[in-house]
């Protein structure tokens, strides 16, 4: 799949499944008063519109590479020794991060972060969030091959870490 060929509806239905999520799990009635609450920069919606997004993400790699055996979600704060309070809003770190767990990395795989990324930022200007900035809406997927994983290396280490353990959302 090439960068010019990406179906943009796809992003388009996770969108619209993450406004959906968002909304059952903050109580709210539908899309429309989702949508009014992140117009009125509610911080919380977010957080959650972000994790339907990072679920649509993972699904969608999955299905499209072979090679991904895993999926997660984590918070770059966190994955550092600092340990000083984490800032407040707007995002200091990319909006969605998450760690792809492949047997082996592949551009073609990469060309397809980067399209699902382009996209995401697109769907998400239209949100409107008055306390977003450019980070809030960059998905940043890292890309961990067996070997990272196994010698614990680089954000390999991440996925069997004790202290910073992502959150699993996918899995083959």
């Known amino acids: 799949m090439s960068v010019s060929t990406f179906d943009t509806t796809i992003v388009t239905g996770m969108m619209e499944d993450a406004i959906e999520f968002s909304a059952k799990k903050m109580g709210l009635k539908g899309r429309d008063q989702t949508l009014e609450a992140l117009r009125c920069?509610?911080?919380?919606?977010?957080?959650?519109?972000?994790?339907?997004?990072?679920?649509?993400?993972?699904?969608?790699?999955?299905?499209?590479?072979?090679?991904?055996?895993a999926i997660y979600t984590y918070e770059p704060e966190y994955a550092t020794s600092v340990d000083d309070p984490l800032p407040g809003r707007p995002n200091l770190s990319p909006g969605i991060s998450m760690l792809a767990w492949v047997s082996r990395k592949s551009a073609a795989l990469s060309s397809v972060v980067t399209s699902l990324g382009s996209a995401l930022a697109e769907e998400f200007g239209r949100l409107a969030c008055p306390k977003a900035n450019a980070l809030c809406s960059m998905l940043d997927v890292k890309l961990v091959?067996?070997?990272?994983?196994?010698?614990?290396?680089?954000?390999?280490a991440l996925i069997g870490s004790l202290y910073v353990r992502p959150l699993e959302i996918w899995r083959r």
């Open 41 to 69: 920069g509610d911080c919380s919606v977010c957080e959650y519109l972000r994790y339907g997004l990072a679920e649509g993400v993972a699904d969608y790699l999955g299905s499209v590479d072979d090679t991904v055996k």
């Open 145 to 156: 091959d067996d070997k990272e994983v196994q010698e614990r290396t680089g954000y390999g």
